[in-house]
């Protein structure tokens, strides 16, 4: 499709990269802007140490200088589920190309693992020198791992497949390779593949990185080197190149798709074009005029512009004589129309800061153009002092740009083009526009959840601090924006945490938890949690549960003689009235309150495996969970709660001890109400013989707590209405239970379909509350994860007594005692249950925007030029090698079973590297594959002289399920792979 009309263009909506001197996409605009020489100068030491010889240190033309990427040796490999052993055979240009897609990808807030597009990769890499200094020059790898796993770990073919691997896209994954102009010819196909559907997104872009990297280069006067390694694009002191390492990859997708879905659009690829030099011209590696001319014509078509709509062209600018006369004066031809230009079209040309990045060079120029528009700037295109008087600047309207300047938007968009032309002849050409404009988030900006998850503490801690860095340097960003692109576009690992974002400056971070199958448990209140205003902060922050609050309070007027429970649940100060401590507006007001945050919690995909309520909170239990209709439940809680009020006066005491032991306090007349813990009973009856058990427990020097109550509730104090309220729910008409809720009565679990009866509902109201039962209940679950639904911490403190200490407790709103809390507390259930594995949807509706991502946790990988080892061969006697310092398996110290641990480790180890694998370590988890496991069962049968089937590898791929069947193996083995 080269030369037609795009109709839309592509957007660029991701970008990462590290150059020489910039680790990342912002250190190297700053070097940009700045104007700073990025090209390393290296000293005797440095030289040396990169195994330059003093000879050729001292060769005449020697030029010590390179532009150097910091850190390729190092390398996250946990992180992309490879072994250390693969990791070190690895072409370091495949590693960084990984982890530079990575990190596009989270620069344009997609999660590879949650997107439904086809993404597309394609990239290409530079010479691998590190196959041939490094990797063949270990002598045992060839035998260790066999032809395959070093073809793959170091072939270019592999790169962009590679990554589409470990990453899991589905899109075309295509290897590029066209030299110099490798990068850009990636993008160009990448549009391609967009505009003809086979990529919903693509990733696109090269990598370049020779090692070693601290080494020179002699210099010819007849090759493209420079003599002093400074390249002087377009200058007249200009006598060539200079070589650097970086890599930079951009994400793409079709300019609509991208407006429509809110993306964060840096810049508009308008068109694009390719083409090649054919035979006309001197030589293979010579550049041709034409060719380089038509190629920027066509690319011109495409984005159907003219040369007059172009601001500034990033050229190929490589600083040789010949090749800068011939760019320009390739631009000059296809720039020549009759529209006559009353402004200069810039030049400029990164390489002069960088080095010349070879199969990444084009990619560096492209994003620079990306950044100069965003940024609205054009950076320096340095050690141009004065033009070079053989290149024809006179014939077109070019002008190098030889100091920074502004580059504002202004009524009509500011166009770029950007080029990179590749030995052998392969042109590429594209045309870059500005992004438009983006309008302001419209959605609420407080309050907001930024989850974050990562593989170990170190990377979790380091990626918490980022953020919050970022967000102080940045409060221009839309809160609703930073919280969408954190729970939908990163990827997400078992260690979880993050921080809760209540309003501007006030970030609070959640613990880290390990994530499992957690098994979410709602836990509703009852009375003695209730305060005025305690639903004002959840009411004004999400619809769903203000919703649900304005039904029920408009349902519950009738009922409660026209009172609105509005008036005290969202009392803006606070104060106490007095008024919700009345049982005929308390029960009700909790079970509105504790229902609106359940149905908050399952509008957000949080989804109860069993619920208790504590004796009101039974109700909203029981409605959740469909077995009563939210209009029937709040006419039984109003219709309960009126009845109680009715009841005669009592009191009600907790006392701090076992429940046989408090019977043995109790006077006649006073029971048993609760059990809420094996050390904590609330007792009730009349206030006076209230008094006289609080006497005897001090006697028996056990801890009291009167409770804020006006009867004595679940005592004989209630017998008057139960025959008025057992009519009453005689006229409901209950449904069988859609969920499992645990009885308060008996502690047991009700299943799904259990119908509740009238019976059932007196017998709630009148026998003691079984809660300590019901937490059993719950705690026998997987990974138990109880959030208390409704006002206070009472339930999931109780819960944390004995058994349930080491159980996720979270609340959703705060204590009476903490009125000031707003909706931190929710916010921290929610983010608490997702961090310890439950399903969350996250609330809040944003778009992507570019945020820090994953930090990696590298370490160094790198072959020594000569690696010493046994040698292989001769079946190994397990007796003779000795027993191991410490089994892994835990077995007895017996010496042959001893020695095969060894022997098996040896083997192990050989194959993946990394630790000594322990009796749990997984095969396949630790980096193996296929075809190590083939080559793993070959070496336990030369040998160790055992029989080990790939089957059973599969079955049993720890290494103690390894070592215990290459045990029982021994006596049936031949010694002779199969």
Known sequence: MTGHRWADGIAVIGLAGRFPAAADIAAYWANLRAGRHCVSRFDDEQLAAAGVS??????????????????????????????????????????????????????????????????????????????????????????????????????????????????????????????????????????????????????????????????????????????????????????????????????????????????????????????????????????????????????????????????????????????????????????????????????????????????????????????????????????????????????????????GRAWPRTDRPRRAGVSSFGIGGTNAHLVVEEAPLREPSSQPRFPQLLPLSARDADALAAMTSDLTGHLAAHPELDPPDVAHTLAYGRARHRLRGGLLWAGDGDLVAVPARTAARSSVCLLFPGQGSQYDGMAAPLYAAYPRFREVIDECCAHLAPLLRGRDLRDLLLRADGTPTGELDRTWLTQPALFVTGYAVAQLLLSMSVEPALMLGHSVGEYAALCVAGGVSPADALRLVAARGRLMQDMPGGAMLAVLAGEDRVRALLPDGVEVAAVNAARSVVVSGPPDLIEVTRERADAGHLRTRRLRVSHAFHSAAMDGMLDAFRAEAASVAFTPTTRPVVSDVTGHVLPAGTTITPAYLVEQLRRPVRFADGVERLLALRHPVLIETGPGRTLVTLAGQGAGAGAVRLTTMGARDEPDAGVRPFLGAVLGAWAAGAAVTFPGRGRPVPLPGYRFQRRRYRLDRARPGAPAGAPLDPVAAGPAEVSRTGAPPDPVAAGLDAALGEIWQSLLGGEPPGPGTNFFEAGGDSLLAVRLIARVRKRLAADLEFETLLETPTFGGILHAVQAGRGGATGAPR
């Open 54 to 403: 003093a000879a050729e240190r001292a060769a005449e033309g020697y030029v010590a200088a390179g532009g150097v990427l910091a850190g390729a040796d190092l390398f996250d490999a946990d992180l992309f589920g490879m072994s250390p052993r693969e990791a070190e055979i690895t072409d370091p240009q495949h590693r960084i190309a990984l982890e530079c897609a990575w990190q596009a990808l989270e620069d344009a807030g997609i999660d590879p693992a949650r997107t439904a597009a086809a993404v597309g990769v394609f990239a290409g890499t530079g010479v691998n020198t590190y196959f041939t200094r490094y990797v063949l020059g270990d002598g045992e790898l060839a035998d260790s791992f066999g032809p395959l796993p070093l073809v793959v770990g170091n072939e270019k073919d592999h790169v962009a497949t590679r990554i589409a691997y470990r990453l899991g896209l589905r899109g075309p994954a295509v290897t590029v390779q066209t030299a110099c102009s490798t990068s850009l010819v990636a993008v160009h196909l990448a549009c391609q593949s967009l505009l003809t559907g086979d990529s919903d997104v693509a990733i696109a872009g090269g990598v370049r990185i020779t090692v070693p990297q601290e080494a020179g280069y002699v210099y010819d006067e007849h090759g493209i080197n420079s003599p002093d390694g400074h390249c002087r694009a377009f200058d007249r002191a200009a006598q060539g190149t200079v070589g650097g390492n970086g890599a930079g990859l951009v994400v793409l997708k079709r300019a609509a798709e991208a407006i429509r879905d809110g993306d964060a659009i840096r810049a508009i690829i308008r068109g694009s074009a390719v083409n090649n030099d054919g035979a006309a011209k001197v030589g293979y590696t010579a550049p041709s005029i034409d060719g380089q001319a038509a190629v920027i014509r066509r690319a011109h078509h495409a984005a159907g512009v003219g040369p007059h709509d172009i601001d500034y062209v990033e050229a190929h600018g490589t600083g040789t004589e010949v090749g800068d006369a011939i760019e320009v004066a390739a631009l000059a031809q296809a720039f020549r129309t009759q529209r006559r230009r009353t402004t200069p079209c810039l030049l400029g040309s990164v390489k002069p800061s960088i080095g010349h990045l070879d199969a990444a060079a084009g990619i560096a120029g492209l994003i620079k153009v990306v950044l100069a528009l965003g940024h609205e700037h054009l950076p320096p295109s340095i050690d141009c002092a004065e033009p070079h008087p053989d290149i024809p600047f006179a014939d077109g309207p070019f002008e190098v740009v030889t100091a």
